[in-house]
């Protein structure tokens, strides 16, 4: 099995994986996540070295990371750098469901890293190179991985399930900041202002409201809102997270068991993503304000379109299915 980005993949006929010996073998592709930019493929041979997966939870900025990968056809490069920034969303992966929680380092990176690892001094894998920031398409000091622990709940769930068991908290959050805290009369620029509770949701039933602040998840602090996804998407349905939250002046601590995308805590049957994948479409509940603003009082939102049924037929992100049929 080897780890890949989606978008080296997506919409290939054939996959070819050169070792850095130069032997060639035809890849299966097992399965995609476009939501975190992640694949996985296979090729059938035997004993071939791999890398450890390390806790990117642990990775500290300013420690020096290497990042591997095929620049410019150049074989098996290596460039150092060191880590410059964690829990990065740089929207390029279209918002909705996407989970966008990258390592930002300063290690060289250019068309042809996408996929590759990116280690750390004692060569364990923290992360998937990804993208980076160019005016020019070249490097320009920012490149970003995918964190080894969210890749790791990505790949498992693939060769276990054949599909992702994403995990929702059925909320929405604002970064508290200076202006945020004054409006709020908040007496701390802390944590993650809850702006939106789903009905029905895991947050809801966890007993969180709009207008908590949520200030740690399983002791961890939580101030990103792409901290907030990335510990989520590291997650499953039925798992539960501890948080904690301040109301008004009182500290409470929740215990919210996460559910899948149809609002339940069990494992989703990859027989029914069958129907997600021809479509090539994530759905979700549009909010009331949207859907009052439409005079709808039902449909569903269409937050994450890839090829497929949909897409073919003109159907674009964002729009609304009233109904089928």
Do not use: C
């Amino acid at each position: 099995y080897i780890v890949t980005n989606n978008h080296v993949v997506n919409g290939a006929e054939e996959v070819l994986v050169t070792l850095n010996d130069r032997r060639a073998y035809t890849a299966e592709i097992v399965g995609t996540d476009p939501s975190t930019d992640l694949a996985l493929i296979k090729v059938e041979e035997k004993d071939l070295p791999y890398l450890v997966f390390a806790n990117s939870d642990e990775v500290l900025v300013g420690e020096w990371v290497l990042a591997v990968g095929n620049p410019f056809n150049l074989t098996s490069t290596v460039t150092a750098g060191i880590v410059s920034a964690k829990a990065r969303d740089i929207n390029i992966l279209g918002g909705g469901t996407s989970v966008e929680s990258f390592i930002q380092t300063d290690a060289a990176v250019n068309r042809g890293n996408s996929g590759g690892a990116l280690v750390n001094t004692s060569g364990e894998l923290i992360g998937i190179n990804a993208a980076i920031a160019s005016n020019t398409g070249s490097y320009s000091g920012y490149s970003f991985a995918i964190p080894s622990n969210i890749a790791r709940k990505v790949v498992l769930d693939l060769m276990n399930y054949g599909v992702v068991q994403r995990a929702y908290l059925g909320l929405t959050v604002a970064e508290v900041d200076a202006n945020l805290a004054k409006e709020y009369g908040l007496e701390n620029v802390e944590g993650l202002y809850v702006t939106e509770v789903v009905p029905g949701g895991a947050a809801y039933e966890g007993g969180i409201d709009a207008g908590d602040i949520i200030l740690s998840i399983d002791g961890q602090k939580i101030n990103e809102n792409a901290r907030l996804n990335e510990i989520v998407a590291e997650h499953s349905p039925g798992d539960k997270l501890k948080i904690e939250i301040k109301r008004g002046s009182k500290l409470m601590l929740k215990t919210v068991e996460l559910q899948n995308r149809r609002g339940e805590t069990s494992l989703v049957d990859p027989t029914s993503s069958d129907i997600i994948s021809y479509l090539g479409a994530t759905f979700e509940e549009p909010s009331k304000d949207e859907l009052q603003s439409l005079r709808l009082d039902h449909g569903l939102k269409i937050v994450d379109l890839d090829d497929g049924a949909l897409k073919n037929a003109g159907v674009q992100n964002g729009f609304i299915v009233t109904s089928i049929n």
